[in-house]
């Protein structure tokens, strides 16, 4: 976009600017659309719960020991890609890309955990077709492996564009880690409700 | 780089970059009109098969009737099958592809930047992004009817059971998670650009009422179209897993038990469809008011009656819809005692919308009203849209909508708000900026030809449903006269449909003049309408990023006769 | 004009008349409205017509209340300030005002008490005539309790184009009911007490001279009540759509006097076979 005029870098008129820079803004909309769509899905799981005759216990159905592990796996993520974003802060491009690899990778984790819980599920014939609770957990936890996909498309595309001077020097280049960095937990945040709503309850 | 000197250090574009995959709101604004414009037109055409059927039951439809292959309409009748895809694409086409991105993707994104001062939009690729997900999503939609089976048949709202078991179905929720996806990119692309890129002087009180309608209008996308996004995923996985979410025990459809698991609950999607649909109509309305307010100002040459009382009205009316979408449930089977709930909101929504229309009217008072084109089809908007608001209470009252729910009376009260409301307020919308768009005008003489015919032949289309509907004629229905209490009001079909052709038939001027008057209309200055408001302080068309040096706004958007000036507009970037 | 018109069909069931009141009133009152409005509409739009030399008058509007100054006589009164300063605004308000008061007199007098008799509770009358109503496609099934006011079992293992709704005959309450297709007979005066269910898809039953109206879903029992007033052949209609075949889903709605019902229903008794073979409708496919 260098040859037309771009104005994502239009910070805005003092009088008439909210002080949050166009990206933060944006991103924090999305994230409320985002809320919207997962508290649609947990109201239908309550409704679709209450109605239902039967309706297994969470432990008794799926394996809440990996689950475990999966919660641990996101929740330090959220950490690394902090420590990712305060390296950026101060300019420190190694100590940037250590932790954002790390947080791609944990991300990677949780997916490959997740395949295993799907792939015993399988094994077991028991598919989202088997029940309610089965559609709802599928449906849900699939939906969230999908965000935490874009999550890690967005986070390595950060950690490629951190190896380009250009980007790296960009002025806004902090604004997008700050980002991605919301998105990042807001992922985290929704697996927090799945975990007990799936699991526990 | 300070925004300022945006106009210098861009080169020549491309064709491709500048009219295809261009990030200009002007020219993306102008993609989403003319393609906005022929969904309407497919919308239409889908319809006037449908007139035909219902007005000549079991006669062969003439001209086109055998171009259809023989499981649609066998020898040039329509099937049973093929009515009740038209009559979803109909309304689907009509709603999201047609009317929502003419008013939002058009308008909004023509228009707003200009009149608030800004540059561009916020997210320039991303407003690209959302067009080029519209169109897919368009075209993904309407090649629906060249699947086997056909396309989506269980009506626009799309309840299951029926939709789940019914052909055509898939293609359709897949093409509305893309167009949804494509609402919500436009929808945050004008939230932040109204936040943040107004120009200097241009708080928030300074702003058109076009420009709060159409913040109005994205939050209610922004947080409406989710819900639906999720309801379809799960109806999705209904159809293409076999899941159970939609679907009870025990059914035995045509003979056959249902494989499903079971257990799940038809009445949650209609309650999650209803939470987008509701404040889905506002939003096919609250833009069109919105253009209505702004010709309304200019053509009276005085300020707007109760500029704030429309905006709060807007706002109102954008968090009640939240709360009212039950109202299309009132007999569905949920518990009656919830139908009072919605019975008291759907009230109180109904009174910033007669307050709207109160301070329209009011506005007129004083004024020295310019009867130019325009403001013809402002003024039309008022009594037409009133009809079809006030019908809406009969509606709005639970025990009047036992009887009138699903009849024809429901499709009068929305075609009245919609057709006659929103589509005619959207065609004053290009008469009023087509000088902006092209530097020209559309010409007068075709102009109101199309107004005249356009009005009465609505009106004579849409009058007669209501009378059929208080005889009891139920909507969705192939074959009226299949039932007998709809034989005596059967010729109102008659008279509806020889309207909707006229109608169809006084598009064509419209149609001619429009794409005429791009290349041969008659040059006009950069304020053909001596208006106030921004987007007539750059020239026609605008330039790449709008304006020479960023615009200072000194004053309100309507500041007309204001005593002891020699003009009788001041305009918001006069300093005096 | 015979039985349906260009209006309102005849009103023949006990709570039909509340709803044309309705109906009536809420309409005459939207004709005045759009009359007073038009009226006022046109008066403006021809009074203040553009006249050249004439400009346009501004009213003062609220977007400078500063120079507005409050008279004391009223000033000391909470909100006078805020509430005078925008007078202007408030004056548009007025109309609203009127057809709110309308709407909340319509809402506490006519349409909560209305709603809950209609569709809220179903009247308690021991010798109330009790009907199953079994939507399908495409089709009504009316399955009658008979006598001893008990519905019998259904089953859907025996759910049977010669049996489509399932019925039980094993099941001694069943001993006594009759099923009816695409055709239902009342008796007249006589509270009729209705579930509604539905076998496949949403359907709606719909009697416009009862004015009843109500959603048959899949998966619940809708209770229902009707109380036919004048004997005659009327029409049910399904006003939900259900599939390709939608329009033509209809029944006839006879309703007799107590006699020629007791007799009718005498007879069609009568025609049940003694042993009604239950058939496994699982063979069938
Ligand atoms: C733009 C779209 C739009 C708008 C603005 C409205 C506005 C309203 N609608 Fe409508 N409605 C639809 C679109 C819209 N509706 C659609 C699409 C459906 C059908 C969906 C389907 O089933 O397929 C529907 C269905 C629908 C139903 C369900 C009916 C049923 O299925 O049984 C109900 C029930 O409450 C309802 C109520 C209302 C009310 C109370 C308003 C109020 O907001 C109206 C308030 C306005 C006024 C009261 C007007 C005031 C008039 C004046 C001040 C007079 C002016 C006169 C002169 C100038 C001369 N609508
Ligand atoms: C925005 C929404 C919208 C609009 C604009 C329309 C427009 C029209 N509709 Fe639509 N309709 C619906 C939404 C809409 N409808 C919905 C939601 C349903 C319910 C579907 C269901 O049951 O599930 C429905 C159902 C419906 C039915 C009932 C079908 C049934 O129940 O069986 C009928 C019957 O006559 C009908 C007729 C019409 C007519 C005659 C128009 C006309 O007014 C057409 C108006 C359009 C034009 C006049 C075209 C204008 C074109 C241009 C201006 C473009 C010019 C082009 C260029 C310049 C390039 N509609
Ligand atoms: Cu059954 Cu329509
Ligand atoms: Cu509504």
């Known amino acids: 976009m260098s040859q037309t005029y771009d104005p994502t870098e239009f910070m805005g008129n003092a009088d008439t600017h909210s002080g949050v820079t166009n990206a933060k803004l944006g991103v924090w909309l999305f994230l409320a659309s985002e809320i919207m769509l997962f ?12 109605v239902s005759t039967s309706w297994p216990w969470g432990w008794d159905a799926l394996n809440v020991p990996l689950a475990t592990l999966n919660t641990v796996i996101l929740i330090s993520s959220s950490v690394t890609i902090v420590m990712a974003y305060a390296k950026a802060y101060d300019k420190n491009k ?108 | 780089m300070s925004h300022d ?52 039951p079991g006669t ?34 009509m709603v999201f592809l047609g009317v929502v991105p003419l008013a939002v993707g058009a308008y909004g994104n023509y228009v707003l930047p200009l009149q608030i001062g800004a540059p561009d939009m916020a997210f320039p690729r991303m407003n690209m992004m959302s067009y080029w997900t519209y169109l897919p999503g368009g075209i993904l939609m309407l090649s629906s009817f060249l699947m086997p089976g056909g396309a989506a048949q269980s009506g626009w709202t799309s309840y299951p059971p029926l939709s789940i078991i019914n052909p055509g179905q898939t293609m359709w929720l897949l093409s509305m998670v893309i167009l949804i996806t494509s609402s919500l990119l436009g929808a945050i692309n004008f939230l932040v650009t109204t936040i943040n890129m107004r120009a200097p002087g241009m708080s928030l009180w300074r702003m058109p009422v076009f ?19 999720a309801a379809s995923v799960l109806q999705l996985m209904d159809r293409v897993f076999h899941t159970s979410f939609y679907m009870p025990k025990d059914l035995v459809i045509l003979g056959k038990a249902y494989m499903g698991s079971g257990g799940g609950q038809p009445l949650l999607w209609q309650h999650l469809f209803w939470f987008l649909a509701h404040p889905e109509v506002y939003v096919l309305v609250l833009p069109p008011m919105g253009i209505v307010a702004e010709i309304i100002a200019n053509n009276t040459r005085k300020p707007l009656h109760g500029y704030k009382t429309l905006v709060f009205s807007m706002i109102a009316i954008g968090v009640m819809s939240f709360m009212v979408w039950a109202h299309h449930m009132f007999i569905s089977g949920m518990s009656p005692a919830l139908g009072n709930f919605f019975l008291v909101t759907t009230m109180i929504i109904s009174v910033p919308s007669v307050a709207i229309l109160t301070c329209l009217i009011f506005s007129l008072k004083g004024g020295s009203i310019r009867y130019n084109l325009p403001m013809a089809y402002a003024l039309a908007f008022l009594p037409l849209f009133g009809i079809g608001g006030l019908t809406g209470l009969p509606l709005g009252l639970t025990v009047t909508d036992i009887y009138l729910h699903d009849t024809y009376y429901v499709i009068g009260h929305f075609h009245f708000v919609v057709v006659t409301g929103s589509i005619i307020a959207l065609m004053g919308g290009t008469y009023y900026w087509f000088p902006k768009w092209y530097g020209r005008k559309m010409n007068d003489t075709l102009g109101w030809i199309h107004f005249w015919g356009t009005t009465t032949s609505m009106t004579g289309i849409f009058l007669p449903m209501l009378f059929m509907g208080l005889a009891g004629a139920s909507r969705r229905l192939y074959d009226p006269t299949a039932q007998l209490h709809n034989l005596p009001v059967q010729g109102w079909n008659v008279v509806s449909t020889i309207s909707a052709y006229c109608l169809g038939v006084f598009q064509l001027p419209f149609i001619y003049n429009f794409f005429n008057s791009m290349w041969r209309g008659e040059k006009t200055p950069e304020n053909p309408w001596q208006a106030t408001t921004l987007e007539w302080a750059c020239p026609s068309p605008p330039p790449h990023g709008n304006f020479e040096k960023t615009p200072v706004v000194y004053r309100g958007p309507y500041e007309y006769s204001v005593p002891g000036r020699k003009t009788d507009f001041w305009m918001q970037t006069d300093k005096n | ?106 809402i506490v007098f006519y349409a909560i008490p209305v709603w809950s008799k209609i569709k809220m509770h179903v009247p308690e009358d021991k010798d109330a005539v009790k009907v199953e109503i079994v939507a399908e496609q495409f089709g009504w099934n009316i399955h009658y309790a008979g006598p001893d006011g008990k519905l019998g079992a259904r089953k859907i293992e025996l759910v049977h184009f010669s049996n489509p709704i399932g019925l039980d005959r094993n099941d001694p309450a069943a001993a006594d009911d009759v099923v009816m297709g695409n055709e239902m007979r009342l008796p007249v005066d006589k509270t009729v007490v209705i579930d ?85 409708a699982a063979e069938e496919f």
């Open chain 1, 94 to 201: 190694s100590g940037f890309q250590l932790w954002m690899a790390a947080t791609v990778l944990l991300s990677l984790g949780f997916l490959v955990v997740k395949a295993f819980e799907y792939g015993h599920e399988f094994a077991l014939g028991i598919g989202p077709h088997t029940s309610v609770f089965y559609a709802i957990y599928f449906t849900m936890t699939g939906l969230h492996g999908i965000h935490i996909l874009g999550g890690i498309a967005v986070n390595g595309g950060l950690l490629y564009m951190s190896t380009q001077k250009e980007h790296w020097e960009h002025p806004l280049f902090l604004g997008r880690v700050e980002g991605a960095g919301l998105y990042w937990h807001f992922v985290d945040i929704v697996w927090i409700f799945l975990f007990p709503a799936l699991y526990l309850l």
């Open chain 2, 5 to 56: 000197d945006h106009g210098h250090g861009h080169h020549e574009l491309t064709f491709w970059e500048k009219y295809v995959f261009s990030v200009d709101h002007k020219v993306i604004g102008l993609q989403y009109l003319i393609t906005s414009f022929i969904f309407l037109l497919v919308g239409f055409g889908l319809m006037g098969l449908m007139r035909w059927q219902l007005a000549f």
């Open chain 3, 1 to 106: 004009m015979g039985k349906y018109g260009w209006s309102l069909p005849v009103a023949a069931s006990s709570y039909a008349g509340n709803i044309d009141f309705g109906i009536w009133l809420i309409h005459a009152a939207m004709l005045g409205i759009f009359v007073l409005w038009g009226a006022f509409f046109i008066y403006l739009l021809v009074k203040y017509r553009a006249k050249p030399g004439v400009k346009a008058v501004r009213e003062d509007h609220d977007d400078t209340p500063a120079h507005i100054s409050v008279p004391d006589s009223i000033s000391k009164f909470p909100f006078a300030q805020l509430l005078y300063k925008n007078k202007g605004e408030l004056k548009s308000l007025i109309p609203d005002m009127i057809i709110m008061t309308f709407e909340i007199a319509l």
């Open chain 1, 39 to 50: 508290a649609t899905l947990f109201t239908s799981y309550i409704v679709l719960r209450m």
């Open chain 3, 196 to 280: 509604l269910v539905s076998k496949d898809v949403i359907h709606n039953f719909f009697v416009p001279e009862f004015r009843i109206k109500q959603d048959a879903m899949p998966g619940m029992k809708i209770p229902m009540w009707i109380k036919p007033t004048k004997t005659g052949k009327y029409e049910i209609a399904c006003a939900q759509l259900c599939g390709f075949a939608h329009s033509l889903m209809r029944g006839d709605m006879y309703v007799q006097t107590q006699e020629e019902f007791d007799a009718w229903y005498k007879s069609r008794l009568a025609t049940i076979p003694a042993s009604a073979k239950p058939v496994n």
């Open chain 2, 211 to 229: 420009c709060w309608a159409q913040f109005v209008t994205s939050v209610l996308l922004l947080l409406a179209f989710p819900p639906l996004e």
């Open chain 2, 60 to 93: 062969p439809i003439p001209f086109f009737g055998h171009l259809f292959p023989a499981d649609l309409a066998p020898n040039g009748v329509m099937s049973g099958e093929f009515y009740n895809a038209l009559g979803a694409m109909h309304g689907t086409i």
